[in-house]
């Protein structure tokens, strides 16, 4: 197994400090900066993107708005939401739930069966 | 904002996370100039006038700020940021870890290995072990399994993020700028050996070759981590310097063998105790006429209680806990209890040397500085401070 293919940590040890009066305001803090983290390098991918292509006539704007993934790119898609979950919750001390076991909470209590595709 | 570090070794996330570093670093700045300005001005507009006695310290101040919105936000934003810093770096570097060890063992093996020693029975002593310094997952000497060199390349990339490209762009200012002031203040001084202590990536030793080219430098560490990859940076950047994993209190070089023995950011993560065995040793290495210098944050007795309390933060929440005790001693009592004369001690204020022309430089250093809020922190206006003393 290489490298790349192990998991290490990216937590820091100890306890985390709490500033505000309840702790869980602390683990809000912690998402939203993460989401405003993921939030900006979205809007700079997406930014490049579209003025790529549009630039190189290679693709129109209507065009982009009808363009789905394909479903590796979903597996992919699925497993950086993961990650982007354990970054954001962290503070929360919650373990992050998978997309998929997530889906079948939703399933059951809507009595809907959904097919999914196994990540 | 992070430029791409000026060696080989440096990896470049994707685009989703060079934004990410982007980001980190941008918010960074915002906190360090205009929040924490904004802290300030709320602190002495509503609750400094609110407060029964005016503080004496930053201690005081930290009691009186603490429960407030602004002190919150601040510290909460700091925290976070400093956590997205590593994990922001850590990500890429896992991505690339096997391409990365393949280009260090290129560097090293077509380098002079006689330059790096490393000492498998060093001892790694707790003020690195028990504690995650900088809340960095895994502190200096981390290793993630074969990638024996994981701690240097996590601090390398982790400090070009952390200072919003404020080190310059080697992050070596800090060492350029010390070691270009003593060439130029004290122009009969000529150094052989020089040595930097708790150099981790050698990013400020190098800085001290390239201006001393004559001179035999050496970086030493505890954490082989570091000197692992510092070794390959600073063969890579083409830089001759020797790398020694070495605890500072305890260093294997003979009495009077040495001209330099520099520091910087480096006795701040020291228990005082260890702060004197460190001075004690630099005495007895030094031979007469030679130099100790530590580039270091300001003395609290130097600073506004204000300041005080701001530079202190650290000490409370970036697992830095030795950082306010160091700061609350008498810089110069510590000189004279490791032996070095009252009339031989030295202190210097100096501009940033890589963000001038040489001359303003040389200009800008001829004019004596005094402490101010910007000493030593990371904002605009920043400037260097360190201490010694000639043997």
Request: hydrophobic residues 40%; proline residues 4%; contains cysteine.
């Amino acid at each position: 197994m290489s490298n790349t293919d192990k998991v290490f940590t990216l937590d820091t040890r100890g306890k985390r400090p709490s500033f505000f009066n309840a702790p869980e305001t602390d683990a809000v803090m912690t998402a939203l900066l993460e989401t405003m983290s993921q939030l900006w390098a979205t809007r700079n991918q997406v930014r490049t993107l579209e003025q790529l292509l549009i630039e190189k006539s290679v693709i129109t704007r209507e065009e982009l708005e009808r363009f789905d993934f394909n479903t590796s790119e979903k597996t992919k898609d699925n497993q950086a939401m993961l990650d982007f979950f354990s970054d954001a919750f962290r503070a929360m001390g919650a373990s992050v739930q998978s997309i998929d076991s997530r889906q079948k909470d939703v399933d059951e209590a809507q009595g809907s069966n959904t097919k999914r595709v196994k990540t | 904002m992070p430029a791409p570090l000026k060696h080989s070794l440096y990896v470049k996330g994707n685009s989703e996370q060079a934004s990410k570093q982007t980001f980190v670093s941008g918010l960074r700045g915002f906190l360090l100039n205009d929040m924490a300005a904004a802290m300030k001005e709320r602190y002495i507009s509503d609750i400094e006038p609110t407060m029964a006695q005016i503080p004496e310290n930053g201690e005081e101040v930290h009691e009186a700020i603490k429960g407030t919105g602004v002190f919150k936000f601040y510290s909460s934003m700091r925290y976070n940021t400093q956590e997205m810093v590593w994990r922001s770096a850590l990500r890429p570097l896992h991505r690339s870890m096997d391409k990365l060890s393949q280009r260090i063992d290129v560097v090293s093996a077509n380098g002079d290995k006689s330059k790096l020693t490393l000492n498998p029975n060093q001892h790694i002593p707790k003020n690195v072990s028990a504690i995650d310094v900088h809340l960095a997952p895994g502190s200096y000497h981390r290793e993630d399994g074969s990638a024996d060199w994981m701690g240097g390349a996590l601090y390398d990339h982790g400090l070009n993020i952390f200072s919003f490209g404020m080190m310059g762009e080697n992050l070596d200012d800090i060492g350029q700028s010390m070691a270009q002031y003593i060439a130029r203040k004290f122009h009969d001084f000529s150094p052989s050996i020089i040595l930097d202590l708790g150099c981790t990536v050698g990013h400020n030793t190098c800085a001290w070759k390239l201006t001393f080219p004559d001179a035999e430098v050496t970086g030493i560490d505890v954490a082989s981590a570091c000197l692992k990859y510092g070794h390959a940076r600073a063969l890579d950047q083409g830089v001759d310097i020797n790398f020694k994993q070495m605890d500072a209190t305890a260093l294997d070089f003979s009495d009077n063998s040495v001209d330099v023995v520099f520091s910087s950011m480096f006795l701040h993560e020291l228990s005082v105790k260890d702060i004197r065995k460190v001075m004690a040793e630099a005495h007895r290495v030094l031979r007469p006429g030679g130099l100790m210098l530590h580039m270091e944050l300001p003395p609290n007795d130097s600073l506004s209680p204000f300041d005080a309390f701001y530079l202190d933060w650290d000490a409370y929440y970036n697992n830095e806990p030795y950082y306010k005790s160091f700061r609350d001693q008498d810089f110069t009592q510590l000189r004279l209890d490791a032996g070095f004369k009252a009339e031989r001690l030295i202190e210097l204020i100096t501009p940033q040397y890589t963000y001038m022309d040489s001359a303003a430089y040389s200009q800008a250093i001829d004019v004596e500085q005094g402490f101010d809020g910007n000493t030593g922190r990371l904002a605009e206006g920043l400037q260097w401070f360190g201490f010694g003393a000639w043997k």
